[in-house]
């Protein structure tokens, strides 16, 4: 079955940077769309990032840009995400997803706080 197994996150001060990755099993990595989410406490979830199948393109939420980067090993079946200049604003769950037969799947969820 797909999982989506994630890692990286914790607390960083203002101006910092984390790397979060996603590891993918159980589908064919290499044939699929695939996002970064977040969701902060009282707000709905909101796309992040997306990367196309092979890497090839890339788009991110406004919020983000020029600050976040996401890439893909279609190698080691594995996403992530480099966040730098963090802001406070940045806290939240982050979850990788993507969207096999008609199905949104979603890693586990890790918590990103960004403070001083």
């Known amino acids: 079955q797909v999982q989506l197994a994630q890692s990286g996150g914790g607390l960083v001060q203002p101006g910092g940077s984390l790397r979060l990755s996603c590891a993918a099993s159980?589908?064919?990595?290499?044939?699929?769309?695939m996002r970064w989410y977040r969701q902060a406490p009282g707000k709905e979830r909101e796309v992040v990032a997306t990367?196309?199948?092979?890497?090839?393109?890339?788009n991110y939420a406004d919020s983000v840009k020029g600050r976040f980067t996401i890439s893909r090993d279609n190698a080691k079946n594995t996403l992530y995400l480099q966040m730098n200049s963090l802001k406070p604003e940045d806290t939240a769950v982050y979850y990788c997803?993507?969207?096999?037969?008609?199905?949104?799947?979603w890693g586990q969820g890790t918590q990103v706080t960004v403070s001083s």
């Open positions: 997803n993507t969207y096999v037969l008609n199905r949104h799947f």
């Open positions: 159980g589908f064919t990595f290499s044939s699929y769309a």
């Open positions: 990367i196309t199948s092979a890497g090839g393109s890339t």
